[in-house]
């Protein structure tokens, strides 16, 4: 099994906030910074994995949800 590694910088995120998809509020994923992009993953590896991506938080969670929900309906 590979693992994902993230060795970035963590972002603190209000869970809490308004216009915080229900997923992430439930779920509450990590989120990193690299550079100019945001990161947002739950889970240990590429098989079982959440991952959404953006240029600011906002936008790293809202692909975090859509990935979820892609997972979630298989």
């Given at each position: 099994m590979?693992?994902?590694s993230l060795e970035k910088e963590t972002v603190h995120i209000d869970y809490t906030g308004e216009g915080i998809p229900e997923s992430v509020?439930?779920?509450r994923p990590s989120v990193f910074r690299d550079g100019?992009?945001?990161h947002c993953i739950l889970g240990c590896?590429?098989?079982t994995a959440v991952f959404g991506s953006g240029a600011s938080v906002e936008e790293a969670l809202l692909?975090?949800?859509h990935a979820y929900q892609d997972k979630t309906r298989k």
């Open positions: 590979e693992r994902l509020k439930n779920f100019d992009m945001y590896d590429k098989e692909e975090w949800d």
